[in-house]
């Protein structure tokens, strides 16, 4: 498959890379790591960017699912304990619980968003 990078931000350890298909139609894939870890997720739509931007800026929000697979959905949850942190939380469909977690810097991860959405 031929991919072309789309957009990408930058912040503190957080990146985020957002890249196009370009021998499909409408299918993007948005990566998103830190020092430790990297979850990639495949989307239609590139406007996930400014979707992501506004759940972290709405404060009435805690987690907002993200993406299904046959593994189990994934969500991007704000920090309960420390409201400077956002998780990257995969559930297990089978065992009903987290798989896997990457814990982010919440500003950083907001800045990191925002560059890439620049790009677009």
């Known amino acids: 498959m031929n991919q072309g990078p789309l ?12 890249t196009e298909f370009i021998d499909c139609a409408e299918r993007y894939e948005l990566s998103i790591s830190n020092s430790s870890a990297v ?3 495949t989307f239609t739509s590139p406007q996930i960017l400014n979707e992501l931007i506004q759940f972290l ?3 009435e929000m805690d987690e907002l699912g993200i993406s299904a697979s046959n593994e ?10 420390f409201s400077d942190r956002a998780s990257l939380r995969t559930y297990s469909k089978k065992e009903k619980r987290i ?7 919440l500003p950083d991860l907001l800045s990191a968003l925002k560059q890439a959405s620049t790009d677009l």
Not at 7 to 18: N, P, R
Not at 99 to 105: G, K, N, R
């Open 39 to 41: 979850q990639n997720f």
């Open 57 to 59: 800026e709405n404060e």
């Open 72 to 81: 189990g959905p994934t969500s991007l949850k704000k920090g309960d304990e």
């Open 99 to 105: 798989a896997f977690e990457i814990t982010l810097s």
């Open 7 to 18: 957009a990408y931000g930058k912040e503190g350890s957080t990146e985020v890379e957002l």
